[in-house]
Each structure stands twice: as C-alpha cells, then as structure tokens.
C-alpha cells in the first residue's frame, strides 16, 4: 500500500514569508507526527496527533510553528515568519496507534531553505 | 532524563566485513520500545527493528541482527558481510511509555561500506 507522503519536496523561501508543508499519513493510522532534522540537532520532534485527542505540542520551537489535522489524516504544518534557523528537513510520520502497533512509519520529508 | 547515545559518529568498512553500530539508552520507564532506522543517501527513515522492554531476545534477520542488553541499556545492531548497499545513517530510537509516543533519536551513525 501507499507509505506516507509529504508535499512539497523541496521548499525555498525568503526570511520572513509564511510557508505550509503538507503531509498524508498511512491509510488506517491514527496517530501522526512531525519532526525536524537539522545539522545542529540532529532529529527533533516537534508535534503528535493522535485521534480526537488533543495534540502533543512540546516540541513546537517557537509559537512561529504550528500544525493541524484536518478529518484525522492530512496535517499541514505552517511556519509563519521563517528564519534562517528554520532551514531543515521536515518529516512526517504515521502510526496504527501508541502501542505494539506504535511502529511509526516516515515519510520522505520536506526540505525547506530559508534565504 | 530520556537520552539515546551512539557514540560512534562515523564507521568506514570494507565491503564482506561484519560491523557492530552501539546505541546506549536511558530511560527510568519500565516500558519503553527501542527501535533501529535506516536513512540511506535518498533520505527517507526506513524502520528496521522494533523491541519492547521485556523481551530481550535477540533477533536475526539475513544479515542483520540486534543485541538488546537491559543490564547495560544497550541495543546494538550488528551486519554481518557488509554489503556497499548498507551505506547509510542508521538511528537507533526510544520511545518511553510515559510520553504520547514521540521518538528519541540518538545522533545517528553513518556507516560507509567500500567495495
């Protein structure tokens, strides 16, 4: 079956502008995260949904980042304002749900540039 | 603290050698996954192996196996005849109990196989 999916691959954007990355979970999964993976910081997490349930946001860096789920599958994750330091490659992932099954599955990722 | 070590940053192999990636982990749940991704050069995390806390058997999978060791906290990942194809990032990951199911990434080791 179709793994998860992420549009667009590859984003460049001038300092300042807002910018939208959008990505489709694994049919059936209920719960999505994102995370981050910079050259300073390796792989961060930055958000998790999970069903109705309200979304994990501790790992959102700034109130710049924030992310919904819309009908419990597609998430967008919008940066307001980009910086520099924003540059990094966005990755999604989906999971059937929190335990044995919690097996999270990436996608390939949005590369953004802020210039 | 939640923390996953590898300490190895980098690991050059000739290619038919058998190479071991260390991954050290802290964590004070009793109920925790541990897990093992690959990023080969295409940049997509590809899942490798998942473990729960209580079953420390080790695991054989062709030329991959795992060595998970609760008395040191380790959970460490052998190929046996490197190939050139297992040039990559490997991450090892944990994932507590006590947190809604985000990773713990350690810093990743890249391997590079020569032929």
């Known amino acids: 079956g179709a793994g998860v999916s992420q549009s667009p691959s590859n984003k460049v954007t001038e300092k300042g502008k807002d910018v939208e990355l959008r990505c489709d979970p694994i049919?059936?999964?209920?719960?999505l995260y994102w995370y981050r993976q910079s050259l300073g910081q390796g792989l961060e997490f930055l958000i998790y949904?999970?069903?109705?349930?309200?979304?994990?946001k501790s790992g959102l860096p700034s109130d710049r980042f924030s992310a919904e789920r819309t009908g419990g599958s597609v998430s967008t994750l919008t940066i307001q304002r980009t910086q520099q330091e924003d540059s990094a490659v966005y990755l999604c992932a989906s999971s059937l749900g929190l335990g044995f099954e919690g097996t999270q599955y990436f996608g390939p990722g949005t590369r953004l540039t802020v210039l | 603290a939640q923390k996953v070590t590898q300490a190895q940053t980098e690991i050059s192999v000739v290619e038919k050698e058998d190479v071991t990636l260390d991954c050290v982990y802290e964590?004070?749940?009793?109920?925790?996954?541990l897990f093992w991704y690959k990023q080969p050069p295409s940049g997509e995390l590809v899942f490798l192996i998942r473990?729960?806390?209580?079953?420390?058997q080790n695991e054989i999978s062709g030329r991959y196996s795992w060595n998970f060791q609760k008395s040191t906290s380790s959970f460490n990942f052998t190929i046996t005849a490197s190939q050139v194809v297992d040039s990559a990032v490997y991450f090892c990951?944990?994932?507590?109990?006590?947190?809604?199911?985000?990773?713990?990434f350690g810093q990743g080791t890249t391997l590079q196989v020569k032929p």
């Open positions: 964590t004070r749940d009793t109920t925790y996954y």
């Open positions: 990951a944990l994932r507590p109990s006590s947190n809604t199911g985000k990773l713990i």
């Open positions: 949904f999970q069903g109705n349930s309200a979304p994990d």
């Open positions: 049919s059936g999964h209920t719960a």
């Open positions: 473990r729960n806390s209580f079953d420390e």
